[in-house]
């Protein structure tokens, strides 16, 4: 299939253009366009066999179900059968925003959507783009991130393209996204309510809203083995293989110095054996490292310039062919949780305790 791929410039966007992308949503089709927090892969979310029609294009698995996104919060009237106290107040405070509500869904809802379950996630996204297209389409739009299944999510349209191009029926390119991680899952149908994805929002910001919050073991696991083997994950995406690169990618914690030095020994033996290497350095370290392609993700300063990094230069790496990625870790109880969460699992699990060795 032709993909049509049309540029947008946010602040003045071609309602022409919207409308095209709208026709296409209702008559079945799919259209990938940028949101907040990374590119999603849309379709009518009411409607079964288009939402089928994301999984063939990602080749995701079908019980790892999707997000509706809507533009209004009267549409919640049609997906849901109550909304609980909780997520008023967290509604309330952030959305529209990177912020993923479960709730249980109508029947309406199809099941080719949820993956099977009886709950459903909703989010009201923020970007101009998402919600002008939400609105022409009439209907939830059901999408999770426009990258093919397991690999890094996009946070540009090359990304996209790269992906999707010849798949789907439409692309619409609004430049970087702004956050460049998924929005925060939130499980609201518990008592005390649960995150299943840590996101831009982090755990102290939904805690200041409504108290107490759990969070899934998943979320802070550092090793499958820390999970056990009768783990049944909630967010059925959680155990899947997700947002890897090509190369085998490790990361190492610990001492930062110590790191380095781990990094910069590993890094030359690979060398000598012919490897190409990859070093995910940060603005502070970049030139502490002798060998290899060093790429910084960002600041160690400025958690949200990592965020925004972390998937393009995993795809970049990509685009270099390096055989093996070496990586700092960046723990912090904030963002930095949703950055690591996405790294161990794009590692695979692979990370080195420099501190223990
Ligand atoms: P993606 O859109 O690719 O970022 O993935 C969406 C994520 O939302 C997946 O990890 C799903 O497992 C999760 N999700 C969607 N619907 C539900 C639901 N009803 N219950 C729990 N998790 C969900
Ligand atoms: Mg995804």
Redesign the pocket.
């Known amino acids: 299939m032709d993909t049509v791929i049309k540029k947008l410039d946010v602040e003045n966007i071609d309602k022409e253009v919207i409308k095209e992308a709208g026709d296409v949503i209702r008559r079945g089709g799919l259209v990938a366009f940028p949101t907040e927090t990374v590119y999603g892969l849309g379709a009518d979310g009411m409607d079964g066999a288009a939402a089928a029609k994301i999984y063939e294009a990602k080749g995701r698995p079908s019980d790892?179900?999707?997000?509706l996104h809507i533009s209004d919060i009267s549409m919640l009237d049609d997906i849901v059968t109550e909304i609980p106290q909780t997520a008023k107040l967290l509604m309330d405070k952030f959305w529209p925003g990177p912020m993923?509500l479960?709730f249980k869904k109508k029947e309406q809802v199809p099941y080719g959507t949820?993956g099977g379950?009886n709950?459903?996630?909703v989010r009201f996204p923020s970007h101009k783009v998402a919600l002008e297209l939400i609105r022409e389409a009439k209907t939830p739009i059901a999408a999770?991130?426009a990258n093919t299944s397991g690999r890094p999510s996009p946070t540009e349209a090359s990304h996209v393209i790269e992906d999707m191009n010849g798949r789907i029926d439409m692309i619409l390119d609004g430049g970087q996204v702004g956050i460049g991680i998924?929005s925060t899952?939130i499980?609201v149908t518990q008592e005390v309510p649960m995150i299943?994805?840590p996101g831009y929002i982090t755990r102290a910001m939904v805690s200041e809203v409504i108290g107490e919050v759990a969070l899934d073991k998943v979320v802070v696991a550092k090793s499958t083995d820390e999970l056990g083997t009768d783990y049944a994950p909630?967010?059925?995406?959680?155990k899947y293989r997700h947002y890897a690169p090509k190369a085998e990618l490790t990361m190492f914690e610990g001492q930062l110095s110590k790191v380095i030095d781990k990094i910069n020994v590993l890094a030359s033996e690979a060398k000598e054996l012919g490897k190409s290497v990859g070093i995910i350095a940060t603005d502070e370290t970049k030139d502490m490292y002798k060998v290899g392609k060093i790429v910084s993700i960002g600041s160690r300063k400025d958690e949200e310039s990592i965020a925004r990094g972390l998937y393009g230069i995993l795809r970049d790496f990509d685009q270099m062919n390096v055989d093996v990625i070496y990586s700092e870790t960046f723990y912090n109880d904030d963002l930095g949780q949703a950055i690591m969460n996405r790294l161990i699992k794009a590692a695979g699990y692979r990370i080195v305790d420099v501190d223990g060795e």
């Open positions: 790892n179900p999707l997000i993923t479960i949820t379950l709950t459903v996630a999770p991130s998924e899952i499980d299943l994805r909630k967010a059925p995406g959680m």
